[in-house]
C-alpha cells in the first residue's frame, strides 16, 4: 500500500478526533490487487445508482462507504451539541417511523436525514466528553478501522478451518496482552491455557461457571448440584446471578457476602472464610469464588491473592472479574491491583471499557482450556475436518456459548498496533455526592431530585448506586474525547443544581 505523495499518515493522533489524519474521505491510497492498480479517490457518478444498490459492488461500497464515514467523522465534530442523556418518552419512535418497511429502495441521504432528525435524538452520547454515567465505554479511531475490517471480511471464524487468520490472530492478540498485564504463562496459549474473546463478561463468567459446575461433578457425582455452592461479594456484578439461573445453580446457594466501608468494599477474606466453613460443616460443596477488580458501583477491589488462596485450600474455581478495571493493569503504577492473579483459574477484562476498542470486545484468559471445551464443545458431522480431528488447532466454537463469532481480534490488533498502548491515558474517577442530612430518606430523595436535575439538562450523564443503604451519585470519568474542562464543568453544573435545590428547603 503507497501512501498519497509517499508520505505514511502521522503517528502521534488521538483516539478520537474527526479531523485525524485517518478521515477516510481524505485518505488517498494505491491498493493492488491482481495486476490492477486503483486509486481510493473516484469521481462519483450521479447515474450510478439509478438502477439500486446492489448487495455487494466494490464501487458502489466506495462511494456509499466514503458518506458514512463522513456522517460518522461529522457527528463526533457536533457530539457536544446534543444532550448527553436522550430526552425522549417511551414509544417516540413509532410515531415518526411508518408502520412496514418500505417497498421501494430509498437513497442513502434519505437515511441519514431520518438518522439526524429521528434516530440521534433517541441516542444516548456514551462517546460524549460529557458523558460519566456507568463506566468508561471507549471508542477510538484504530477500534473503528479495525471493525470497519472485520465487518468488511464479514468471516464467521467458529472454527480455525473457517478463517485461519481469525483464529491465529486472535490467539497471538491475546497473549500480547496478557503479556502486557504479566499475566502468568499459565494463561498464555503455548501451554495448557489461552485466551478468547467474549462478547461481554456476563458470557465469560458464565462460561467459566459451566467449566466449575461440570469439573466438580465429575469429582463428586452429578447428582450433587444441588448442593453446589458459589461466593463473591454483594458488589459483584449482577451477570453472576444470571449465570447461576443458567447454569442450573440453586439461588439459596449463591452466597453474596456482605461489604462495606471498612474494607473499601472489598470482600473480606474473614468473612469468606466463615461463609465456606458453616456451608461444608452442612454437608455443602464450595465450588466456585468470583472476586472482582473494579466493582461497578464502588470501583472496589478484592484482595486476590488472600482469596485465592482460600480457593486453592478448598479446591474451589477461583475467577477474576476484572471487566472494569483491568485494562488499567497494564500500566506499571496500577498493576498491583491484580497481585495474586497467579491464583486464579480464569481471569477476565474488558477492551472495549478503558482499551479503546470498539464494543464488544471482552478478553477472558483460562489456565486449563480443556476445561472450557469438556463443557462447550459440540462436533456435528458438518463441521468436522482434518485439522480439528487431529487436534493441530484451536476451535473457538468449543470455547464459547454461541457457534458463530466476528473476527473482533482486528479490532484489539489495530488499537495496539496504532497506538502505544503504555503511554494510553488511561483513568477512572469515582464522585459520590451525599446531601447534608441525617434524614436518610430526606437525603435519598435530595439525590434524586439532584440526579434528575443535572440530567435533564442535557449537559451531562450521570448514574446512582446504593452503597451500605445510601443513595449516591456517581461520576466516573474515561471517555476519550473527555478533557479536564469537561469534569470541572460538571463539578460546577452538580454545585449550581445542588444549591438551587437545598434553596428550596430553607
Given at each position: 500500500?503507497?501512501?498519497?505523495?509517499?508520505?505514511?499518515?502521522?503517528?502521534?493522533?488521538?483516539?478520537?478526533?474527526?479531523?485525524?489524519?485517518?478521515?477516510?474521505?481524505?485518505?488517498?491510497?494505491?491498493?493492488?490487487?491482481?495486476?490492477?492498480?486503483?486509486?481510493?479517490?473516484?469521481?462519483?457518478?450521479?447515474?450510478?445508482?439509478?438502477?439500486?444498490?446492489?448487495?455487494?459492488?466494490?464501487?458502489?461500497?466506495?462511494?456509499?462507504?466514503?458518506?458514512?464515514?463522513?456522517?460518522?467523522?461529522?457527528?463526533?465534530?457536533?457530539?457536544?451539541?446534543?444532550?448527553?442523556?436522550?430526552?425522549?418518552?417511551?414509544?417516540?419512535?413509532?410515531?415518526?417511523?411508518?408502520?412496514?418497511?418500505?417497498?421501494?429502495?430509498?437513497?442513502?441521504?434519505?437515511?441519514?436525514?431520518?438518522?439526524?432528525?429521528?434516530?440521534?435524538?433517541?441516542?444516548?452520547?456514551?462517546?460524549?466528553?460529557?458523558?460519566?454515567?456507568?463506566?468508561?465505554?471507549?471508542?477510538?479511531?484504530?477500534?473503528?478501522?479495525?471493525?470497519?475490517?472485520?465487518?468488511?471480511?464479514?468471516?464467521?471464524?467458529?472454527?480455525?478451518?473457517?478463517?485461519?487468520?481469525?483464529?491465529?490472530?486472535?490467539?497471538?492478540?491475546?497473549?500480547?496482552?496478557?503479556?502486557?498485564?504479566?499475566?502468568?504463562?499459565?494463561?498464555?496459549?503455548?501451554?495448557?491455557?489461552?485466551?478468547?474473546?467474549?462478547?461481554?463478561?456476563?458470557?465469560?463468567?458464565?462460561?467459566?461457571?459451566?467449566?466449575?459446575?461440570?469439573?466438580?461433578?465429575?469429582?463428586?457425582?452429578?447428582?450433587?448440584?444441588?448442593?453446589?455452592?458459589?461466593?463473591?461479594?454483594?458488589?459483584?456484578?449482577?451477570?453472576?446471578?444470571?449465570?447461576?439461573?443458567?447454569?442450573?445453580?440453586?439461588?439459596?446457594?449463591?452466597?453474596?457476602?456482605?461489604?462495606?466501608?471498612?474494607?473499601?468494599?472489598?470482600?473480606?477474606?474473614?468473612?469468606?472464610?466463615?461463609?465456606?466453613?458453616?456451608?461444608?460443616?452442612?454437608?455443602?460443596?464450595?465450588?466456585?469464588?468470583?472476586?472482582?477488580?473494579?466493582?461497578?458501583?464502588?470501583?472496589?477491589?478484592?484482595?486476590?491473592?488472600?482469596?485465592?488462596?482460600?480457593?486453592?485450600?478448598?479446591?474451589?474455581?477461583?475467577?477474576?472479574?476484572?471487566?472494569?478495571?483491568?485494562?488499567?493493569?497494564?500500566?506499571?503504577?496500577?498493576?498491583?491491583?491484580?497481585?495474586?492473579?497467579?491464583?486464579?483459574?480464569?481471569?477476565?477484562?474488558?477492551?472495549?471499557?478503558?482499551?479503546?476498542?470498539?464494543?464488544?470486545?471482552?478478553?477472558?484468559?483460562?489456565?486449563?482450556?480443556?476445561?472450557?471445551?469438556?463443557?462447550?464443545?459440540t462436533n456435528p458431522e458438518f463441521l468436522k475436518n482434518?485439522?480439528?480431528?487431529?487436534?493441530?488447532?484451536?476451535?473457538?466454537?468449543?470455547?464459547?456459548?454461541?457457534?458463530?463469532?466476528?473476527?473482533?481480534?482486528?479490532?484489539?490488533?489495530?488499537?495496539?498496533?496504532?497506538?502505544?498502548?503504555?503511554?494510553?491515558?488511561?483513568?477512572v474517577s469515582l464522585f459520590s455526592s451525599s446531601a447534608?442530612?441525617?434524614?436518610?430518606?430526606?437525603?435519598?430523595?435530595?439525590?434524586?431530585?439532584?440526579?434528575?436535575?443535572?440530567?435533564?439538562?442535557?449537559?451531562?450523564?450521570?448514574?446512582?448506586?446504593?452503597?451500605?443503604?445510601?443513595?449516591?451519585?456517581?461520576?466516573?470519568?474515561?471517555?476519550?474525547?473527555?478533557?479536564?474542562?469537561?469534569?470541572?464543568?460538571?463539578?460546577?453544573?452538580?454545585?449550581?443544581?445542588?444549591?438551587?435545590?437545598?434553596?428550596?428547603?430553607?
Amino acid at each position: 500500500m503507497k501512501y498519497k505523495n509517499d508520505n505514511p499518515p502521522a503517528t502521534s493522533w488521538f483516539p478520537f478526533q474527526a479531523n485525524n489524519p485517518l478521515h477516510l474521505p481524505h485518505f488517498s491510497a494505491t491498493i493492488f490487487f491482481g495486476r490492477k492498480k486503483k486509486k481510493t479517490e473516484q469521481s462519483i457518478n450521479p447515474q450510478k445508482m439509478e438502477s439500486g444498490l446492489k448487495p455487494m459492488d466494490a464501487e458502489q461500497l466506495r462511494e456509499n462507504a466514503h458518506k458514512m464515514v463522513d456522517f460518522i467523522a461529522d457527528y463526533y465534530q457536533t457530539i457536544e451539541n446534543f444532550p448527553v442523556l436522550s430526552q425522549v418518552q417511551p414509544g417516540y419512535l413509532q410515531e415518526l417511523l411508518p408502520d412496514s418497511a418500505p417497498t421501494h429502495p430509498e437513497p442513502l441521504q434519505h437515511i441519514f436525514d431520518d438518522i439526524q432528525a429521528k434516530i440521534l435524538p433517541g441516542v444516548t452520547h456514551w462517546q460524549s466528553p460529557n458523558f460519566f454515567g456507568y463506566y468508561p465505554s471507549n471508542s477510538s479511531i484504530a477500534g473503528f478501522l479495525g471493525e470497519m475490517m472485520s465487518a468488511g471480511l464479514n468471516v464467521v471464524g467458529f472454527s480455525w478451518i473457517t478463517s485461519p487468520a481469525a483464529t491465529e490472530l486472535e490467539m497471538i492478540v491475546l497473549d500480547w496482552f496478557g503479556k502486557m498485564l504479566k499475566l502468568p504463562e499459565e494463561f498464555l496459549s503455548a501451554g495448557k491455557g489461552g485466551g478468547v474473546i467474549q462478547g461481554s463478561a456476563s458470557e465469560a463468567v458464565l462460561v467459566v461457571l459451566l467449566a466449575a459446575r461440570d469439573k466438580i461433578l465429575r469429582r463428586v457425582g452429578k447428582n450433587s448440584l444441588e448442593k453446589l455452592v458459589l461466593y463473591a461479594s454483594d458488589q459483584t456484578h449482577s451477570a453472576l446471578q444470571k449465570a447461576c439461573q443458567i447454569g442450573g445453580i440453586h439461588p439459596e446457594n449463591c452466597r453474596l457476602l456482605r461489604t462495606d466501608c471498612s474494607t473499601d468494599y472489598a470482600l473480606s477474606p474473614n468473612v469468606l472464610n466463615e461463609a465456606i466453613s458453616n456451608d461444608v460443616t452442612s454437608g455443602l460443596i464450595p465450588f466456585f469464588l468470583c472476586a472482582t477488580v473494579g466493582t461497578t458501583s464502588s470501583t472496589a477491589v478484592d484482595p486476590l491473592l488472600e482469596l485465592g488462596k482460600i480457593a486453592k485450600s478448598n479446591e474451589m474455581w477461583f475467577h477474576v472479574d476484572a471487566a472494569y478495571a483491568g485494562s488499567a493493569c497494564i500500566c506499571p503504577e496500577y498493576r498491583h491491583y491484580i497481585d495474586g492473579v497467579e491464583e486464579a483459574d480464569s481471569f477476565n477484562t474488558n477492551a472495549h471499557k478503558w482499551f479503546l476498542t470498539n464494543f464488544d470486545c471482552s478478553v477472558l484468559w483460562i489456565k486449563d482450556r480443556n476445561a472450557l471445551i469438556k463443557v462447550l464443545s459440540t462436533n456435528p458431522e458438518f463441521l468436522k475436518n482434518k485439522a480439528s480431528q487431529a487436534n493441530l488447532v484451536v476451535d473457538y466454537k468449543d470455547w464459547q456459548i454461541p457457534l458463530g463469532r466476528r473476527f473482533r481480534s482486528l479490532k484489539l490488533w489495530m488499537v495496539m498496533r496504532l497506538y502505544d498502548c503504555y503511554s494510553t491515558a488511561i483513568f477512572v474517577s469515582l464522585f459520590s455526592s451525599s446531601a447534608p442530612s441525617n434524614d436518610e430518606t430526606c437525603a435519598t430523595k435530595l439525590n434524586l431530585g439532584l440526579l434528575d436535575a443535572v440530567n435533564s439538562t442535557g449537559k451531562i450523564f450521570v448514574s446512582h448506586t446504593v452503597l451500605s443503604g445510601k443513595y449516591l451519585l456517581r461520576l466516573a470519568v474515561g471517555a476519550p474525547l473527555t478533557e479536564e474542562r469537561h469534569v470541572n464543568a460538571a463539578w460546577k453544573l452538580l454545585q449550581d443544581e445542588a444549591s438551587a435545590l437545598l434553596a428550596t428547603l430553607w
